[in-house]
């Protein structure tokens, strides 16, 4: 998003807060602009949820409800696109065949390639639009199946298990190991900006990392780190880390 569209959509968001007499859905956002909705909810303190479809989506949906309904009342206008996969394809490829047909980034969920299926998640104003228009990726047809929000399932992660040795917890010391490149190209892409951690952006090159921390790279991926408690004969540290593929 650009910062003119997040200050209008944060102005609409407080604007829902001051008048919260029935649920008020949005679209779905990533985990970056979701942690702003919540430094921006807190200060109104009205009730308010974040769901995807399942438990483990990264992208949410957002609802601001009153304080007299129970979360568990929401109806969630979520739906689901399914199908076979007839040819290799990768969450890219679905992605841009939703862009050419004119979906904006904001009406679509998770994209979960599966070694089968795959599955989209989608505001339900486009389920319509979907069953007579998403008919083939690539080039090729494909059978799409509807999928209410009850139906929809959770996809399991895929991701490789590395075990790194760095010097110390810095943060430009330990991306590079990760992700393949040298030293100094890890400060540039922090002070570029390209890397968050816990969704927040970093500038800063001897930010000490811990476990438990998420970081993602802008357009490298994600990657979580699992335990740095292990040190080697020579007293570095030994990272178990979780890199997502």
Same mark, same amino acid.
């Given at each position: 998003?650009?910062?003119?569209?997040?200050?209008?959509?944060?102005?609409?968001?407080?604007?829902?807060?001051?008048?919260? #007499?029935? /649920?008020? #859905?949005?679209?779905? #956002?990533?985990?970056?602009?979701?942690?702003?909705?919540?430094?921006?909810?807190?200060?109104?303190?009205?009730?308010?949820?974040?769901?995807?479809?399942? /438990?483990?989506?990264?992208?949410?949906?957002?609802?601001?409800?009153?304080?007299?309904?129970?979360?568990?009342?929401?109806?969630? /206008?979520?739906?689901?696109?399914?199908?076979?996969?007839?040819? /290799?394809?990768?969450?890219?490829?679905?992605?841009?065949?939703?862009?050419?047909?004119?979906?904006?980034?904001?009406?679509?969920?998770?994209?979960?390639?599966?070694?089968?299926?795959?599955?989209?998640?989608?505001?339900?104003?486009?389920?319509? #639009?979907?069953?007579?228009?998403?008919?083939?990726?690539?080039?090729?047809?494909?059978?799409?199946?509807i999928k209410t929000g009850e139906q929809i399932? %959770?996809?399991?992660?895929?991701?490789?298990?590395?075990?790194?040795?760095?010097?110390?917890?810095?943060?430009?010391?330990?991306?590079?190991?990760?992700?393949?490149? %040298?030293?100094?190209?890890?400060?540039?892409?922090?002070?570029?900006?390209? *890397?968050?951690?816990?969704?927040?952006?970093?500038?800063?090159?001897?930010?000490? *990392?811990?476990?438990?921390?998420? *970081?993602?790279?802008?357009?490298?991926?994600?990657?979580?780190?699992?335990?740095?408690?292990?040190?080697?004969?020579?007293?570095?540290?030994?990272?178990?880390?979780?890199?997502?593929?």
């Amino acid at each position: 998003m650009t910062e003119k569209k997040d200050t209008f959509l944060l102005s609409r968001i407080t604007d829902a807060c001051c008048k919260n #007499f029935e /649920p008020r #859905f949005f679209d779905f #956002f990533d985990e970056v602009f979701q942690q702003k909705i919540a430094d921006t909810i807190k200060h109104n303190g009205v009730p308010y949820l974040f769901f995807g479809g399942h /438990p483990d989506a990264e992208r949410k949906m957002l609802c601001i409800y009153p304080d007299y309904l129970s979360s568990e009342d929401l109806e969630w /206008p979520i739906f689901a696109i399914e199908f076979e996969k007839v040819i /290799p394809i990768d969450h890219r490829n679905v992605l841009g065949e939703l862009m050419h047909l004119g979906i904006t980034r904001e009406s679509i969920g998770d994209i979960d390639v599966g070694e089968k299926k795959t599955q989209i998640i989608l505001h339900q104003r486009l389920q319509e #639009f979907m069953w007579i228009n998403f008919n083939q990726i690539k080039g090729r047809e494909i059978r799409t199946k509807i999928k209410t929000g009850e139906q929809i399932e %959770s996809f399991e992660k895929n991701y490789k298990r590395m075990s790194v040795v760095v010097a110390s917890n810095r943060m430009d010391g330990i991306i590079n190991k990760i992700w393949g490149f %040298s030293r100094q190209n890890s400060l540039v892409l922090i002070k570029q900006g390209k *890397l968050r951690v816990n969704y927040v952006e970093i500038y800063k090159n001897d930010f000490r *990392l811990k476990s438990g921390d998420v *970081l993602s790279l802008r357009g490298k991926g994600k990657a979580k780190i699992i335990s740095m408690d292990e040190r080697t004969k020579k007293g570095n540290i030994r990272l178990e880390v979780d890199r997502y593929i």
